[in-house]
T-cell receptor
């Protein structure tokens, strides 16, 4: 069974630009969560999508948004990039989600390394 | 505000030298506590889920335990391939009460020397 895939793996952007990251979950998984990982703040939860609906959201500004398609693939968008957005962006999929089962046995992708210059 | 603190930040062991990693938490309404392992350049790998105080889970040389305030990850007779960053995370209800949020600790970097 293929694991979680994320594209692109590396990305370099400049301040003010926007970026879209893609995540394909494990086949059959319906929940996709996104995380930002930085050396200073560690892993921080961005949001979770289940059945094409955002079910949970972390404490990030509105510049960070996402969506999920009917095939469970998900995209994350960051608009008006800032230097502080440089990070490893991870997505994780799980079989169930949308509530109390949202985070159980999540499988993470390798991440997208975003550098903002 | 929910807090998750892992200690120590870094731990260096000799092969075969058993030890424990700590994850202490302050949350309202714990739903679950998760342990992950992360290797450099990779996403975290799920290890365990613990739901209630007194629960224990084991996998090879790893054993996770949970109390009302903290969790321990015990590593018995570690091998160099156990070297990684170990992360814990807690799931609890959002302040609004309708959803759940996940809060991670900053991890313990474990190095096992041969």
């Amino acid at each position: 069974k293929a694991g979680v895939t994320q594209t692109p793996r590396y990305l370099i952007k400049t301040r003010g630009q926007q970026v879209t990251l893609s995540c394909s979950p494990i086949s059959g998984h319906r929940s996709v969560s996104w995380y930002q990982q930085t050396p200073g703040q560690g892993l921080q939860f961005l949001f979770e999508y289940f059945s094409e609906t955002q079910r949970n959201k972390g404490n990030f500004p509105g510049r960070f948004s996402g969506r999920q398609f009917s095939n469970s693939r998900s995209e994350m968008n960051v608009s008006t990039l800032e230097l502080g957005d440089s990070a490893l962006y991870l997505c994780a999929s799980s079989l169930m989600g949308g509530g109390v089962h949202s985070y159980n046995e999540q499988f993470f992708g390798p991440g997208t390394r975003l550098t903002v210059l | 505000e929910d807090q998750v603190t892992q200690s120590p930040e870094a731990l260096r062991l000799q092969e075969g030298e058993s030890s424990s990693l700590n994850c202490s938490y302050t949350v309202s309404g714990l739903r679950g506590l998760f342990w992950y392992r992360q290797d450099p350049g990779k996403g975290p790998e799920f290890l365990f889920t613990l739901y209630s105080a007194g629960e224990e889970k084991e996998k090879e040389r790893l054993k996770a335990t949970l109390t009302k305030k903290e969790s321990f990850l015990h590593i018995t007779a570690p091998k160099p391939e156990d070297s990684a960053t170990y992360l814990c995370a807690v799931q609890a209800r959002n302040s609004g009460g309708s959803n759940y949020k996940l809060t991670f600790g900053k991890g313990t970097l474990l190095t096992v020397n041969p």
